[in-house]
T-cell receptor, first 113, second 113 residues
Framework: DAKTTQPPSMDCAEGRAANLPCNHSTISGNEYVYWYRQIHSQGPQYIIHGLKNNETNEMASLIITEDRKSSTLILPHATLRDTAVYYCIVRVAGSSNTGKLIFGQGTTLQVKP | NAGVTQTPKFRILKIGQSMTLQCTQDMNHNYMYWYRQDPGMGLKLIYYSVGAGITDKGEVPNGYNVSRSTTEDFPLRLELAAPSQTSVYFC????????????FGQGTRLTVV
């Protein structure tokens, strides 16, 4: 299974962009990068995903390097409500193509006033 | 549209008791997953299913059983509860394929005493 590496914690000032990095150097060609976040102990919330092109939606942008070994999640204008644990996940293809989501430890983002 | 519904939300079990955590989804998703999350840790995959009648083990299956008789329901069974199974349990569902997001329920908080 592809593994991801994220910094354990980051701070960001309210109103500024939050840039959350993720390394996934063993990713395979058909495996997608997903980002989820978890606020307090709620169920994880989907943010965005991508294969090799940069992606943007109403919540965030995802920048994937050309070699696909790393990516960055960008929250353009962080608010206090964005304080959460952010998980970078490689959705594993595997031999049976089951698409399991294997979570790592994530990055705790603290947005400060 | 209810999404992924888990019941109960909270439960206290005595050592050796058994119980079933219920999970149902109304989105006609083929894939369903069970995760557990211990305090301060990331989510660990217990079991998953790619369709009715098909289940497979995840990262931490010991002490649990699952069944998938319908597309909508994916119950998780604890036969002999142990204190090590004290955790928050999340169910998730998603469509077939690597390019689709998974949706999570709000969790069941289980304490074994």
């Amino acid at each position: 299974d592809a593994k991801t590496t994220q910094p354990p914690s980051m701070d960001c000032a309210e109103g500024r962009a939050a840039n959350l990095p993720c390394n996934h150097s063993t990713i395979s060609g058909n495996e997608y990068v997903y980002w989820y976040r978890q606020i307090h102990s709620q169920g994880p919330q989907y943010i965005i995903h991508g294969l090799k092109n940069n992606e943007t939606n109403e919540m965030a942008s995802l920048i994937i390097t050309e070699d696909r070994k790393s990516s960055t999640l960008i929250l353009p204008h962080a608010t206090l409500r964005d304080t959460a644990v952010y998980y970078c996940i490689v959705r594993v293809a595997g031999s049976s193509n089951t698409g399991k989501l294997i979570f790592g430890q994530g990055t705790t983002l603290q947005v400060k006033p | 549209n209810a999404g992924v519904t888990q019941t109960p939300k909270f439960r206290i079990l005595k050592i050796g008791q058994s119980m079933t955590l219920q999970c149902t989804q109304d989105m006609n998703h083929n894939y369903m997953y069970w995760y557990r999350q211990d305090p301060g840790m990331g989510l660990k995959l217990i079991y998953y299913s790619v369709g009715a009648g098909i289940t497979d083990k995840g990262e931490v299956p010991n002490g649990y059983n699952v069944s998938r008789s319908t597309t909508e329901d994916f119950p998780l069974r604890l036969e002999l509860a142990a204190p090590s199974q004290t955790s928050v349990y999340f169910c998730a569902s998603g469509l077939t394929g690597l390019n689709t997001e998974a949706f999570f329920g709000q969790g069941t908080r289980l304490t074994v005493v």
